[in-house]
């Protein structure tokens, strides 16, 4: 990585506690959500309102897109918003919202084992003892069950560290093979090719039908409206631009605060924030300093 301006680390910096923000802020909205959604509506509805935001925008840049690495925008537009917005929904249904927060800690460490093994970064033994506490503090949210905010179905867990490994193939992605566009052009065009996809699973999941019809539809429909401009329109945007300026593995930081958010909104919310809660959250982000430490 090429060593930043000063504007530029002050840029990052912004950039980097606005996505902890943003995102923190992402699993409230998405327990609201499902009070009236499954999981597969709110996530249709969340990706063709975010399409549907970026539609202007793709026709004043669709001339700049590099069309050769269509598939590299199919690959961050699955993985970086697609597939997590399903996965993360499904596991709310059992998590606290809190809890997921904590537990996506661990996109840091799927991002550097991946820039490891398919991008070849340089190796350090303590990369090894990193990755094993990260995945240590998700056990022991995984096996204190409720006492954590979680299920005693370890799936649910599962559902958010699938989440987190699709965040660390986006994040490798752009900025092994994409560093050259615009994070505004990125976003746009990946997002016209989840267009389709989402009018498709709007309409089959009848995700319009639940919004007309059920007493709590609407609601439902404006914080999911408002997780989609603000947790993956802007943020899209934010993190693509962070990833471009810094790199996949120094990106991904902003895992580190989005758990404080996330918590602290649970907290708000009446969530269960526990010694468990503290200590997995602890053992995962230890787990990204040993990892990361030079």
């Not at 499954?38 to 001339?63: E, G, H, M, N, W």
């Not at 050769?68 to 596991?91: H, R």
């Not at 580190?256 to 602890?282: C, H, K, Q, R, S």
Request: hydrophobic share 55%.
């Amino acid at each position: 990585m090429e060593k930043l301006s000063k504007r530029e680390l002050w840029l990052s910096w912004i950039l980097l506690v606005l996505l902890s923000v943003i995102w923190g802020s992402s699993y409230i909205l998405i327990k609201r959500g499902l009070v009236a959604y499954d999981p597969l509506q709110l996530a249709s509805v969340r990706l063709i309102v975010s399409a549907l935001t970026f539609l202007p925008v793709f026709f004043f840049i669709y001339k700049s897109v590099d069309w050769s690495k269509w598939q590299y925008l199919l690959i961050i537009g699955l993985t970086g918003n697609a597939i997590p917005a399903w996965l993360f929904a499904k596991a709310q249904t059992k998590l606290s919202s809190s809890l997921a927060g904590v537990l996506n800690s661990l996109t840091p460490l799927f991002t550097l084992l991946l820039a490891i093994v398919i991008f070849n970064l340089p190796f350090k033994r303590n990369t090894i003892a990193g990755v094993f506490l990260g995945f240590i503090g998700a056990i022991t949210l995984a096996w204190f069950g409720e006492s954590s905010g979680a299920t005693s179905d370890s799936t649910y867990v599962l559902y958010v560290v699938g989440a987190a490994f699709c965040y660390a193939i986006s994040a490798n992605t752009v900025a092994s093979k994409l560093k050259g566009s615009s994070s505004m052009t990125l976003s746009a065009a990946s997002f016209m090719f989840l267009l389709p996809i989402a009018v498709v699973l709007f309409f089959g999941s009848e995700a319009h039908t639940t919004t007309l019809q059920d007493p709590r539809g609407w609601e439902a429909f404006g914080y999911v409206a408002l997780l989609a401009i603000a947790s993956t329109v802007i943020a899209t945007v934010l993190y693509y631009r962070l990833v471009q300026m810094t790199g996949a593995v120094v990106s991904s930081f902003v895992s580190y605060l989005v758990p404080a958010v996330a918590a602290g909104w649970g907290l708000y919310d009446g969530e269960p924030i526990t010694l468990f809660t503290f200590v997995g959250m602890g053992l995962i982000l230890l787990g990204v300093y040993i990892a990361r430490k030079e």
